[in-house]
């Protein structure tokens, strides 16, 4: 392509796996004044569909875009493989972005294996936290794969759905995937199917011919799912016409947020065979495993009971991939970060289960700068960081300026390839454990 337009204008920061050619006409994204861009050359009648700056020199003429929710929707009816499609009963792997910048981090880990990717996952109550809308998480996972040029498809989770709703501002926005939760009705089983129907068919109405996804989680409880439970609700949907999916049942120990499995290992073999046999004399549909963040001690069993027929989803981990960025490139803020986190830690920590205890922490004015990024590898830190993270993106001050989420996103954006560099080794540590296969690269002589 001729990138002598480009250096015109004093851009030299190109993701050159971003460069896509449809016809007459040349897409890609830049980095300009340290703000991501898109670029479209060529075709004046393909410029025109986008929103942005058009310049006109001898070479041709050129439009500098911002990355839009408009300009997102055109991009993915000329670049097909940056909209999400449902992914059936194929193995699905659930990459949460809550910041909406860690996609290409994501794509550097999956694209290695054999499996699937949600790129686009967040439930209702990530949103209210992050203070994201629908729309700019299926934007921000379009850009993203087209940055890095991702073309083996991947799918968009509505995670944790609960009311119509829910239902309808997921589905407008594009998501391929809707995950139901009736934790509301779990103490009567009658009501649970009631509820679960209803949303089906509402979904089934708003989607209309168009395929999607559907699980049904069932793991928002305090007590394990039984067998005669799970064998109720799956018998009972089938005869109601629901076509499920995937089933989340709640497992034996403890899935805490963003540290290992907590519990008797091969008790959890027992009732993962349990759960598994149900699925495979009731349709063969995937069983999900919620927080399935950093459960690595009982992955192998995992990917070793399921054949591989399985769903997980992540979020919180690739979280505190950015936490662990800024401990090693920002420590001042860091430590800026989790003293506010230890303030706000015993409110925040309601809506989790967790054993956090604040006192195994080492506190962050004795260790040297160079020990911060280590935080991220000792749980009560670990959870401290995560289960703070809606209080760090909401904090303001008392002029209503955010405290604490537009600095955290600039030094995400300045060190993006360390960044990244942490969710690719992290990521892939979690496939890797789960037995998913690799590809085999291609090697050239």
Same mark, same amino acid.
């Not at 073309?151 to 829910?166: E, M, P, S």
């Not at 309601?350 to 260790?367: C, E, G, Q």
């Not at 401290?384 to 955290?408: C, F």
């Given at each position: 392509?001729?990138?002598?337009?480009?250096?015109?204008?004093?851009?030299?920061?190109?993701?050159?796996?971003?460069?896509?050619?449809?016809?007459?006409?040349?897409?890609?994204?830049?980095?300009?004044?340290?703000?991501?861009?898109?670029?479209?050359?060529?075709?004046?009648?393909?410029?025109?569909?986008?929103?942005?700056?058009?310049?006109?020199?001898?070479?041709?003429?050129?439009?500098?875009?911002?990355?839009?929710?408009?300009?997102?929707?055109?991009?993915?009816?000329?670049?097909?493989?940056?909209?999400?499609?449902?992914?059936?009963?194929?193995?699905?792997?659930?990459?949460?972005?809550?910041?909406?910048?860690?996609?290409?981090?994501?794509?550097?880990?999956?694209?290695?294996?054999?499996?699937?990717?949600?790129?686009?996952?967040?439930?209702?109550?990530?949103?209210?936290?992050?203070?994201?809308?629908?729309?700019?998480?299926?934007?921000?996972?379009?850009?993203?794969?087209?940055?890095?040029?991702?073309?083996?498809?991947?799918?968009?989770?509505?995670?944790?759905?609960?009311?119509?709703?829910?239902?309808?501002?997921?589905?407008?926005?594009?998501?391929?995937?809707?995950?139901?939760?009736?934790?509301?009705?779990?103490?009567?089983?009658?009501?649970?199917?009631?509820?679960?129907?209803?949303?089906?068919?509402?979904?089934?109405?708003?989607?209309?011919?168009?395929?999607?996804?559907?699980?049904?989680?069932?793991?928002?409880?305090?007590?394990?799912?039984?067998?005669?439970?799970?064998?109720?609700?799956?018998?009972?949907?089938?005869?109601?016409?629901?076509?499920?999916?995937?089933?989340?049942?709640?497992?034996?120990?403890?899935?805490?947020?963003?540290?290992?499995?907590?519990?008797?290992?091969?008790?959890?073999? =027992?009732? !993962?065979? *349990?759960?598994?046999? %149900?699925?495979?004399?009731?349709?063969?549909?995937? @069983? /999900?495993? #919620?927080?399935?963040?950093?459960?690595?001690?009982?992955?192998?069993?995992?990917?070793?009971?399921?054949?591989?027929?399985?769903?997980?989803?992540?979020?919180?981990?690739?979280?505190?991939?950015?936490?662990?960025?800024?401990?090693?490139?920002?420590?001042?803020?860091?430590?800026?970060?989790?003293?506010?986190?230890?303030?706000?830690?015993?409110?925040?920590?309601?809506?989790?289960?967790?054993?956090?205890?604040?006192?195994?922490?080492?506190?962050?004015?004795?260790?040297?700068?160079?020990?911060?990024?280590?935080?991220?590898?000792?749980?009560?830190?670990?959870?401290?960081?995560?289960?703070?993270?809606?209080?760090?993106?909401?904090?303001?001050?008392?002029?209503?300026?955010?405290?604490?989420?537009?600095?955290?996103? =600039?030094? !995400?954006? *300045?060190?993006?390839? %360390?960044?990244?560099?942490?969710?690719?080794?992290? @990521? /892939?540590? #979690?496939?890797?454990?789960?037995?998913?296969?690799?590809?085999?690269?291609?090697?050239?002589?």
């Amino acid at each position: 392509m001729n990138f002598q337009l480009l250096n015109k204008l004093q851009i030299k920061d190109i993701y050159k796996n971003s460069v896509t050619k449809i016809q007459d006409t040349t897409l890609l994204l830049v980095k300009k004044d340290s703000i991501k861009k898109l670029v479209v050359m060529g075709n004046r009648t393909i410029l025109d569909k986008f929103e942005g700056e058009i310049t006109d020199l001898e070479e041709g003429a050129l439009k500098i875009c911002d990355l839009i929710s408009n300009n997102a929707e055109i991009l993915r009816d000329m670049c097909p493989f940056t909209k999400p499609v449902p992914i059936g009963m194929q193995s699905g792997f659930g990459f949460g972005d809550r910041l909406g910048n860690a996609t290409v981090g994501h794509i550097k880990a999956v694209k290695k294996f054999k499996i699937i990717p949600i790129f686009a996952q967040q439930s209702i109550r990530e949103l209210s936290r992050t203070g994201r809308t629908p729309q700019e998480v299926i934007d921000s996972a379009a850009w993203a794969v087209f940055e890095d040029h991702f073309v083996d498809g991947y799918g968009a989770d509505a995670d944790h759905l609960k009311t119509l709703r829910d239902i309808e501002v997921m589905a407008n926005a594009g998501f391929t995937m809707f995950t139901i939760d009736p934790s509301d009705y779990i103490e009567n089983r009658d009501e649970v199917i009631k509820h679960v129907v209803k949303m089906y068919n509402y979904l089934k109405e708003l989607k209309g011919d168009a395929a999607f996804d559907f699980e049904v989680s069932v793991d928002e409880t305090s007590y394990p799912t039984t067998a005669e439970d799970h064998i109720f609700i799956i018998r009972k949907l089938r005869e109601s016409g629901v076509n499920v999916t995937s089933l989340a049942p709640r497992f034996v120990g403890q899935f805490q947020k963003g540290i290992d499995y907590i519990g008797n290992i091969e008790l959890f073999r =027992k009732h !993962l065979v *349990e759960h598994c046999n %149900i699925a495979k004399d009731n349709g063969g549909y995937k @069983l /999900s495993i #919620h927080s399935g963040s950093d459960k690595f001690s009982v992955y192998p069993v995992i990917g070793e009971v399921t054949e591989g027929n399985i769903h997980v989803k992540t979020a919180g981990t690739s979280y505190l991939e950015a936490i662990k960025t800024v401990a090693e490139t920002s420590p001042d803020f860091y430590r800026e970060l989790h003293n506010f986190a230890l303030k706000r830690f015993e409110k925040d920590r309601a809506s989790y289960h967790v054993t956090t205890d604040l006192r195994r922490i080492p506190d962050v004015k004795d260790l040297k700068d160079s020990e911060l990024p280590e935080l991220m590898n000792q749980i009560d830190a670990r959870q401290l960081m995560h289960i703070t993270y809606g209080s760090v993106l909401n904090a303001k001050d008392k002029n209503g300026e955010l405290l604490y989420k537009n600095r955290l996103m =600039k030094i !995400l954006n *300045e060190y993006e390839d %360390i960044y990244y560099k942490h969710l690719d080794s992290h @990521l /892939s540590k #979690h496939l890797e454990k789960l037995g998913v296969e690799r590809k085999q690269r291609v090697k050239f002589k």
